[in-house]
């Protein structure tokens, strides 16, 4: 059964410490691998997109990398404005485009 | 450049009842899905239509169903309320076979 798991569930940073989020992911015809922010009361952002294991891409204080079995997304000396619900999706192709999501990890940063 | 609107913001129904919520793709894309998401969970794949025909469908019920319209906008329609049918209402549109897909912030459904 295709599915995506992120941890930790909930995160709280102090501004400036750097740490990583992770999305494991199992599913077949694996077509793309996708990183969303969400702020409360709002749908969901788009931060990037990652199609190959070994692959990375960079935005501001965010880095996401991907293996063949989960993606990181590392955060670099945060700041309170990063404060969201990070969330990961998988995109698979099983006769038509079908995107999955975790269920997120809600990030604290505190000044 | 508008992005993805969806309409109402908030409803508010009783059991049994039914709901239409509508939505309009960012300019110049031409397929529209709909996600269902509870509070602190992710979105979960309602169903998907591109020219006009429903393409992939989640695990939902029948009594959810959906329609596109030739200007690629698109409704869904929720039968037969119930109190777990609670939830924000996403519209993602994108491109076929180009992503990502693109949200609107969402209906917010109670029903009571």
């Known amino acids: 059964e295709d599915q995506v798991t992120q941890s930790p569930e909930a995160l709280r940073l102090q501004e400036g410490e750097s740490s990583s989020l992770n999305c494991s992911y199992t599913v077949s015809g694996l077509r793309g691998l996708f990183w969303y922010r969400q702020d409360p009361g709002k749908g969901p952002e788009f931060l990037f997109t990652l199609y190959s294991a070994g692959e990375e891409k960079e935005k501001e204080r965010l880095k996401a990398t991907l293996t063949k079995k989960e993606s990181f997304l590392h955060i670099t000396a945060p700041k309170p404005e990063d404060s969201a619900t990070y969330l990961c999706?998988?995109?698979?192709?099983?006769?038509?485009?079908?995107?999955?999501f975790g269920a997120g990890t809600r990030l604290f940063v505190k000044a | 450049d508008a992005g993805v609107t969806q309409s109402p913001t908030h409803l508010i129904k009783t059991r049994g009842q039914q709901v239409t919520l509508r939505c309009s793709p960012k300019s110049g894309h031409d397929t529209v899905s709909w996600y269902q998401q509870a509070l602190g969970q992710g979105p979960q794949f309602i169903f998907q239509?591109?020219?006009?025909?429903?393409?992939q469908r989640g695990n939902f019920p029948d009594r959810f169903s959906g329609h596109q319209f030739p200007n690629y906008s698109s409704e869904l329609n929720v039968n037969a309320l119930l109190l777990g049918d609670s939830a924000l209402y996403l519209c993602?549109?994108?491109?076929?076979?180009?992503?990502?897909?693109?949200f609107g912030d969402g209906t917010r459904l109670s029903i009571l």
């Open positions: 999706a998988v995109q698979a192709f099983t006769g038509g485009f079908k995107t999955i």
């Open positions: 239509y591109y020219e006009e025909e429903e393409r």
């Open positions: 993602a549109s994108s491109k076929q076979g180009d992503q990502p897909q693109h």
